[in-house]
């Protein structure tokens, strides 16, 4: 697409949805939003990009491939599910820790927050698959 005027919004809009992506990402485990939908924005954010400029440069901005990014979501799942199996637990299980973070403080933090973060990953990873392809496809017709 060759609009100087996406061009010149496009740093600043993708700046703004990947935000957007990260606090949907952590607000999810309790209220509306998470992982997936996340994900969905993230992955909006570099697709955004590659209509404003190509994918090359899309792929370049992101700076992991998308398969990088399914591989480690998935991993990243699979590990949230260990620590339930650990205590005894079925796989999966949430366990909810409290530790004292400096200059936070003390914050609850559970393995369902880390199943969003490979969530999250695997959605942006899959989409930016798709994604890229059909507009390389589209790029060369």
Do not use: C, Q
């Not at 990009?49 to 190509?54: E, P, Q, R, S, V």
């Not at 400096?102 to 999250?120: M, N, R």
């Amino acid at each position: 697409m060759n609009s100087a005027l996406l061009r010149n919004w496009t740093p600043l809009l993708k700046a703004v949805m990947l935000l957007i992506s990260v606090l949907l990402l952590l607000r999810g485990h309790n209220e509306p939003g998470g992982g997936f939908v996340g994900g969905l924005v993230a992955a909006t954010a570099f697709t955004v990009h590659a209509l404003a400029y190509n994918v090359n440069a899309a792929r370049r901005s992101a700076r992991f491939s998308p398969r990088t990014l399914m591989a480690s979501g998935l991993l990243v799942a699979l590990i949230s599910g260990l620590p339930g199996l650990w205590k005894g637990e079925p796989f999966l299980t949430g366990v909810w820790g409290t530790p004292d973070i400096p200059y936070l403080g003390k914050i609850t933090l559970g393995t369902p927050l880390l199943f969003d973060v490979g969530v999250y990953l695997v959605v942006a990873g899959v989409v930016l698959t798709m994604v890229f392809a059909m507009l390389e496809d589209y790029d060369a017709t």
